[in-house]
């Protein structure tokens, strides 16, 4: 376990009070081609995250260390829980968002959109009434390092709902240059998006988006929440107050609800994403290149399964 030191940059005193200026970032892991999509596992104490060029999810346990939790992984992407505890990951090799079951099979929830393939799923979250958002860039089938080259059947690069009673597909955004990383607020009123195109166009948008979201499903009222740089927002997290934890080239911004940058936590190391995790959700992990980092912090994340 490495240390990496000089760990913080603050820029508003609110950032004193959510981290641990003595907690210095720890490397945990170092032997992924790009690490991404970590997802916290409270009740079994372990972390999962994808390992996308080698095509495998992998597994992190206190004191025992790195093991594959799932060799040929379908190029998976991000993933997340849903309500009832089941593991549900996007992938760039099926070009679709699945479910695993408590048997271990595999349920597929979505892999297209008015009769044509998906372009690659890259991440997602699940709504406390069940609804799956995700959004569906063409990272994945641009080359064939992270699933497989080929064309994008859809006519562009959307966000995706999928309705908890009936499995229907809707897109509730169109207007993404590169949708990314996702997250609902602590009251699941805003839900926040980031558009990464800034990664292949340096005209691209390189932000993270807000959206009110309706009773009935839909996104509303539009508007740039944050512009993040150096590098691109990829995933983020949100704490129990609101602040946005998101990805950069160089580490983790902390942004307040009003938009305002806060602080960042360096990473030597780009950064893909990151989530909540340990018992008592206090503990930042971080997917950045070939690496897992995690620091413990001074805030909870938003509570899921």
Same mark, same amino acid.
């Given at each position: 376990m490495a240390l990496v030191g000089d760990s913080?940059?603050?820029?508003?005193?609110?950032?004193?009070?959510?981290?641990?200026?003595?907690?210095?970032?720890?490397?945990?892991?170092?032997?992924?081609?790009?690490?991404?999509?970590?997802?916290?596992?409270?009740?079994g104490g372990y972390l999962v995250?994808?390992?996308?060029?080698?095509?495998?999810?992998?597994?992190?346990?206190?004191?025992?260390g790195v093991s594959v939790f799932r060799a040929n992984s379908n190029f998976s992407n991000g993933n997340t829980r849903d309500r009832q505890g089941r593991l549900v990951s996007c992938h760039h090799g099926g070009r679709n968002v699945t479910r695993t079951e408590p048997d271990g099979s595999i349920t597929v929830i979505a892999d297209s959109y008015q009769g044509r393939k998906l372009n690659s799923p890259n991440d997602v979250?699940?709504?406390?009434?069940?609804?799956i958002w995700f959004t569906d860039p063409t990272y994945g089938i641009m080359s064939d390092y992270e699933g497989y080259k080929?064309?994008?059947?859809?006519?562009?690069?959307y966000v995706y709902r999928v309705d908890p009673a009936t499995g229907d597909i809707?897109?509730?955004?169109?207007?993404?240059?590169?949708?990314?990383?996702?997250?609902?607020s602590p009251d699941e009123s805003i839900l926040y998006i980031? %558009?990464?195109?800034?990664?292949?166009? !340096? *005209? #691209?948008?390189?932000?993270?988006?807000?959206?009110?979201? +309706?009773?009935?499903?839909?996104?509303?009222?539009?508007?740039?929440?944050?512009?993040?740089?150096?590098g691109v927002p990829d995933g983020f997290r949100?704490?129990?107050?609101?602040?946005?934890?998101?990805?950069?080239? %160089?580490?983790?911004?902390?942004?307040? !609800? *009003? #938009?305002m940058a806060l602080g960042k936590?360096?990473?030597? +190391?780009?950064?893909?994403?990151?989530?909540?995790?340990?018992?008592?959700?206090?503990?930042?992990?971080?997917?950045?290149?070939?690496?897992?980092?995690?620091?413990?912090?001074?805030?909870?994340g938003i509570q899921t399964p």
């Amino acid at each position: 376990m490495a240390l990496v030191g000089d760990s913080y940059e603050y820029y508003d005193k609110r950032f004193h009070d959510l981290t641990v200026p003595i907690a210095e970032v720890e490397e945990l892991y170092d032997g992924s081609r790009w690490a991404e999509g970590p997802v916290w596992f409270n009740d079994g104490g372990y972390l999962v995250w994808s390992d996308i060029p080698n095509n495998r999810l992998l597994r992190w346990l206190p004191d025992l260390g790195v093991s594959v939790f799932r060799a040929n992984s379908n190029f998976s992407n991000g993933n997340t829980r849903d309500r009832q505890g089941r593991l549900v990951s996007c992938h760039h090799g099926g070009r679709n968002v699945t479910r695993t079951e408590p048997d271990g099979s595999i349920t597929v929830i979505a892999d297209s959109y008015q009769g044509r393939k998906l372009n690659s799923p890259n991440d997602v979250v699940v709504k406390s009434d069940g609804s799956i958002w995700f959004t569906d860039p063409t990272y994945g089938i641009m080359s064939d390092y992270e699933g497989y080259k080929a064309e994008s059947e859809q006519d562009g690069c959307y966000v995706y709902r999928v309705d908890p009673a009936t499995g229907d597909i809707a897109v509730v955004a169109d207007d993404f240059v590169k949708p990314n990383g996702l997250a609902f607020s602590p009251d699941e009123s805003i839900l926040y998006i980031a %558009d990464s195109g800034f990664s292949h166009d !340096p *005209d #691209g948008p390189h932000h993270i988006r807000a959206f009110d979201v +309706t009773d009935d499903g839909k996104l509303r009222n539009s508007r740039i929440f944050a512009e993040v740089s150096p590098g691109v927002p990829d995933g983020f997290r949100l704490d129990i107050d609101g602040n946005v934890w998101t990805s950069c080239q %160089d580490g983790v911004i902390c942004f307040a !609800p *009003d #938009g305002m940058a806060l602080g960042k936590i360096r990473i030597p +190391t780009m950064v893909a994403n990151l989530t909540f995790g340990g018992p008592r959700r206090n503990r930042l992990f971080i997917t950045a290149t070939k690496s897992l980092y995690a620091v413990y912090v001074a805030t909870t994340g938003i509570q899921t399964p």
